[in-house]
């Protein structure tokens, strides 16, 4: 895992758009967001991930490959479903098995994004109500373990005036504003 400002520069997501800024890794959970690697051959990786999802009463899971090969003609709206800046009412975990991406988060003031670089073997926990999106990388080929409360959480709510005023984004919040983190 990498993370850093992101440049703020158009272009494709896909791509590092590293700013040469880096943050350290210590303050994500100041943003919420939790950080574990899990090496995804070793043999108590299975159990870490469950006792995880167990912790967080998630009962719902599926396994996705974002790739052209895998996605076929809907790799690109995948893609660009995930780019949208979004919010959950559940947190959102997940578990990089192979290949990369970015998870960009917004920062404590809510006007540039942090970047974080993930690979295979990397795990990562969004709190519900933090504005987010994905990016798989240039290599444009990664799968994930997403887990969830249950199925219905699987969709997201792009951001608009709307998204403000959602009780999973009023706790989140209240939360960074009050450094309470990890929310229940």
Not at 6 to 35: F, K, W
Not at 56 to 72: H, L, N, Q, V
Not at 113 to 139: C, S
């Amino acid at each position: 895992m990498k993370v850093y400002q992101y440049d703020e520069q158009p272009g494709d997501l896909r791509l590092p758009h590293y700013s040469g800024q880096d943050i350290e890794a210590s303050h994500l959970p100041t943003l919420g967001v939790q950080y574990h690697s899990v090496p995804v051959h070793s043999p108590s990786s299975a159990a870490f991930v469950e006792e995880l999802a167990n912790s967080k009463s998630f009962e719902y899971r599926d396994e996705i490959t974002y790739s052209p090969a895998a996605m076929g003609a809907g790799y690109e709206e995948a893609n660009a479903l995930n780019n949208h800046e979004h919010i959950h009412d559940d947190d959102e975990i997940r578990y990089i098995t192979n290949g990369g991406g970015y998870f960009d988060v917004r920062d404590a003031n809510g006007s540039q994004w942090v970047r974080i670089k993930v690979i295979e073997g990397d795990l990562i926990v969004l709190p519900k109500g933090i504005y987010h999106r994905f990016a798989v990388d240039e290599n444009n080929d990664v799968t994930m373990v997403r887990l969830f409360k249950d199925a219905d959480h699987i969709t997201q709510a792009n951001r608009s005036a709307d998204t403000e005023s959602f009780g999973a984004r009023q706790e989140y919040v209240h939360a960074l504003q009050t450094s309470s983190f990890p929310m229940e």
